[in-house]
Each structure stands twice: as C-alpha cells, then as structure tokens.
C-alpha cells in the first residue's frame, strides 16, 4: 500500500494571536496552493495594510475603428459605439488620446514598441533587437514579493522564429515583454501549461513530469484537501467563506480544462474546415481570465501581460457576424462599410474586457475591490491601421490603481507625447524611478 504522503502548510502561523502569513501557501503530493487575502493575515490590533498594486496590459492588434472609440469631448464625455460595453466602469477608466507609437513601422512596430518604447529594432528576420519592457521594469522590484515575477500570456500560440511583417522577426508581434535587448519572453496560450505553473508544485515544466502528475489523477484540491480542512476550522466566518468560494474556482477551472482536454482526445466525424474560429474561442477566453484573477487574487503575481490576439492576426469572429480574417479587414481603405465592421471586433473586444473586470470587480481585499487595487493599460499600438498609423493609439487606463486613478475622463495630449512617456508616469505611480527608456523625453502628467 502506498504511504499518505505528507501535506505542509508553508509560512503559516495560525496560532491565536498571531497572523497567518500574506504569502501562505499549502503543499501536499505534487501541489502549492497559494490562499487569497484573509482577515486572518492581519492581526486585530494592526493598521489597516497598504493596498497592493499590480499592473496589468490588455493589448489589441491590428489598430482600432477611430470613428467608433475616440470620444468628441475631453474632460466628461459621451461613451462611443467601442466603449458602450465599459459603462458600468467608466468612472474607474480614463481614456487618453494624442498619444504615439515610438517605433512607426507596420506592426512589427506596435508590438515592439508598445511596452519597450523603442524606436528601432531587428532590422532583418534574425536580428532580434528591443530594451527591457516596462512590466519586466516593474516585475523586478514588485516580483520580490511574489513568487511568481510577471506572466506574459496570449490567446495565440507563441512564435518567435522567422519573419512575419516587413521581413522582421516574428517576436515583434508575439510578444509585447523583454527581459533584456535581447531577450523576449515568449507568452503562454495553454490553460493546462498556466494552471500547473500557477498551482503546480513539480518544480518545472517539462513534459514528462507533467505527464506524471496528470496520471495521478489527483486535483490540486484534492493533493491539500486534509490541511485545507484544518485551515478553514482556526478562520473566522467571513474567511472561511472566501476561502470555499476561491476554491470552488480552483476546482471549476480544473473541470473545464479536463474537459476542453477531453474533447481535444476525442474522434470527430470528418468535416470541411470552417470559415472561422468556433464559439470555443469564448470558452478559452474565460478560462484564460479566470486564471488571471486567481494569479493576481493570490498574490502568485502582481505583473501580468495578456495578448487578446496577436498583432496580423487572421482571425475571423462569424460569432458576431464578421467572417472576415481580422488582418485584412483592418486595411479597409476607409470604406465606411469595412471600418463600421471592424468596429464589431473591436467592441467585441471591449466587451470582453468588461467581462474581466467584472471578475476582478466581483474580488475584494481590504475594503477595496482587487480592480481598485489595479492599474490596468487597454489598447494597442495602431491606431488607423490601414495605414499602418501609429498617431494618437486608442489607450485607456482602467481600475483605481491602489488609489492615484481615479476615471470618468477623457484627456487628450496636444504635443504628441509617446508611450515610453507614459510608462516612465506610470512607473512613478509604482515608486519605481526610470531615467529613461526606449525613446521617452519625459513623464507625463496623468
């Protein structure tokens, strides 16, 4: 008979008096479950705990329908056809415009450029060429209090190899993150590969041992669920009960993706391709989402970037009634017709976003939703993407950003101020101090 294998709890003091730790994490048989904020992290007789703060980038390719995003006043302003699906959050976003790209070239450029603010990168298909990126600036002073630096994530397979846009390599429009000049990080798209690295506790991410931790058919819940059981019996009501409901989350996603894995397995009858990507995209997105709140809910991270589509991508949304490869509709020659199509995608997309942020809404911590609690960048690096303009991008800053964002605004820059200026202001909101980076001249006023 095989022996019980022993669960921990790791950085855990739950003795009366004292406070469970805000980096407390159960393991057990292969598993590491890291807990929510509790009550029972502060003890009674402590100040309230300063917020956390965690960044956060939504990026959408291949330029923006202007007619239906950019909003005709500053200041207070009336929602637009793309930004309808954000009402509920209009008074924690700030929508700003006048903006620009630092490095103008197609959308190897918007890429590249957008959180490096670079004005040059490769300029063959090998010559991978950019600066460290302002999440990797970020993840490396708040990634010390994490276990986990910063996530790059996509709803597109990664590809960093051979030339996609002007003869450039395909890492400029793949991935938005750069640990170095030359080093970009590849995002992740798998649901599996992000749970096992949120909750897995293997110690790496090679097949093989995946493979066995899979054959176990044990749940990550399952792995800890004795000290889950004696933890939830030293916390007060309030705890306990978020303690079960994260939970069920945990579980919920561990079901889908058994199940989305199970459907991959089986045999299907022999079909014409279809003209686009099925309603599956959906179910991919939310648990993609869902993932993402638990990461930042947890405190694994508090820097994450996300790739709704990577920039040319050809995917098609017939869900809402656009069969058209997004790519080439986006060179719509100013047909009024194929902009206001494009513009279905791009409301698509915002509602979407509004989905997250109802998930991150729906989490509180300390008096504060986790989106109170967050400063997240939406937009993308084209702005009139037929050709190819990188002048005043489409960007809004959601959430209250532990305090110093507060929305309901529209703030437009009259002397065309870059995104590598907006990041050095957005570093300063963090206590992170930058000189310079990529091709800024200054910070901004927000």
Not at 55 to 77: C, H, K, L, R
Not at 397 to 404: E, M, V
Request: hydrophobic residues 35%; neutral net charge; proline residues 6%.
């Amino acid at each position: 008979m095989k022996a019980k294998q022993k669960t921990t709890v790791k950085s855990a003091n739950i003795h009366s008096g004292k406070s469970l730790s805000r980096r407390a994490v159960l393991k057990g048989a292969g598993a590491a479950l890291a807990l929510p904020m509790l009550d029972a992290m502060t003890p009674a007789f402590a100040a309230t705990p300063k917020p956390i703060h965690r960044f956060q980038t939504v990026y959408i390719p291949n330029g923006m329908a202007m007619e239906y995003w950019s909003p005709a006043s500053i200041g207070d302003y009336e929602l637009t056809p793309i930004l309808k699906p954000l009402a509920k959050y209009k008074n924690r976003m700030r929508v700003l415009s006048g903006l620009k790209a630092n490095w103008n070239i197609a959308h190897a450029g918007a890429g590249g450029s957008f959180l490096t603010g670079i004005t040059q990168g490769g300029k063959t298909e090998v010559e991978i060429l950019a600066d460290v990126s302002i999440d990797q600036i970020l993840a490396n002073e708040l990634g010390k209090q994490t276990q986990l630096s910063s996530l790059e994530l996509s709803m597109d397979a990664p590809a960093l190899a051979g030339a996609c846009t002007v003869n450039l390599s395909c890492v400029y429009t793949h991935t938005l993150s750069w640990r170095g000049k030359t080093q970009p990080l590849p995002t992740e798209h798998n649901p599996r590969a992000l749970f096992e690295r949120l909750f897995g506790d293997s110690g790496t991410t090679a097949k093989e041992v995946r493979e066995v931790r899979l054959r176990q058919q044990t749940s990550i819940l399952d792995a800890v669920l004795e000290k889950l059981s004696g933890l939830e019996n030293q916390l007060g009501y309030e705890d306990r009960h978020l303690v079960n409901s994260y939970t069920e989350s945990v579980r919920n996603i561990e079901r889908r993706i058994q199940k989305a894995e199970e459907q991959i397995d089986m045999d299907l009858p022999e079909l014409d391709q279809p003209a686009g990507v099925p309603p599956v995209f959906e179910e991919h997105m939310e648990i993609m989402q869902d993932l993402q709140v638990l990461a930042l809910q947890t405190d694994l991270t508090r820097v994450i970037t996300f790739m709704m589509s990577k920039e040319q991508s050809p995917r098609p949304y017939p869900q809402i009634g656009v069969p058209d490869a997004h790519h080439p509709l986006s060179h719509h020659n100013n047909n009024p017709v194929l902009v206001e199509r494009m513009s279905k995608i791009n409301t698509y997309h915002t509602t979407l976003f509004a989905k997250y942020l109802d998930k991150l809404s729906a989490i509180q911590e300390g008096g504060n939703s986790l989106l109170d609690n967050m400063t997240i960048v939406y937009g993308g690096g084209l702005s009139n993407s037929t050709i190819h303009s990188g002048v005043n991008l489409p960007i809004l800053l959601a959430g209250g950003g532990a305090g110093w964002l507060s929305g309901g605004n529209h703030v437009h820059y009259e002397n065309e101020p870059t995104m590598a200026d907006l990041h050095l202001s957005l570093m300063e909101k963090f206590g992170v101090s930058v000189e310079k980076m990529g091709g800024s001249t200054g910070p901004i006023s927000l």
